[in-house]
């Protein structure tokens, strides 16, 4: 029989990078915590982290998504 991994402790938030609205999507897989962050619209992966704890995964995913959402440019747009 084969040993099949279960997602538990599933979770996903929004939170503010960089002035963008991420969502962080977080789970775990036997004692690893995998987290994908976002961004909400138009709802383009991010960053993938894992950890030991949530608090870790969801860190270093955020970290890396406010890296990149900081060296995006807005324009605005006038009428």
Known sequence: MRDVMKTEEYRE??????GWEVNLKSYRVGDVFHCVADNVSPGAWLARA???TRDEAENKALTEAT?????TR????TT
């Open 13 to 18: 938030h929004k939170v503010d990078a960089a």
């Open 74 to 77: 807005r324009h605005s747009i």
């Open 50 to 52: 894992t950890g030991s």
């Open 67 to 71: 890296r990149l959402l900081g060296k």
